[in-house]
């Protein structure tokens, strides 16, 4: 199994790689205030996947920390409700 996910692995490598070296061609991004930028296409490709993952990364990371806060008071009030309706001892006839 563990060669088999190597074989993979390399395959996408390699596959990647020759989509890097046709793709090699410089080509200009404008943006405004005729500001332009030269780089490789697979350069550009890359920075925009890898800033998609980057938001991607941080949208889920803050709905985690708003979730932990929203467990962290239940659990608080969990414990209080729990303290204030601690049962009464039964006393044995």
């Known amino acids: 199994m563990r060669i088999l996910g190597l074989l993979l692995k390399l395959a996408v490598f390699f596959l990647l790689l020759g989509f890097a070296f046709k793709n090699a061609d410089t080509v200009t991004v404008r943006y405004f205030l005729d500001f332009e930028w030269r780089a490789p296409l697979v350069f550009i490709l890359l920075l925009?996947?890898?800033?998609?993952?980057?938001?991607?990364?941080?949208?889920?990371?803050?709905?985690?920390?708003r979730q932990r806060r929203e467990l962290s008071a239940l659990k608080r009030e969990l414990h209080a409700q729990k303290q204030v309706r601690a049962p009464l001892p039964v006393e044995a006839a």
Do not use: K, P, Y
Not at 48 to 65: P, Q, S, W
């Open 48 to 65: 925009v996947f890898g800033l998609g993952i980057f938001a991607g990364i941080l949208t889920n990371v803050m709905v985690v920390a």
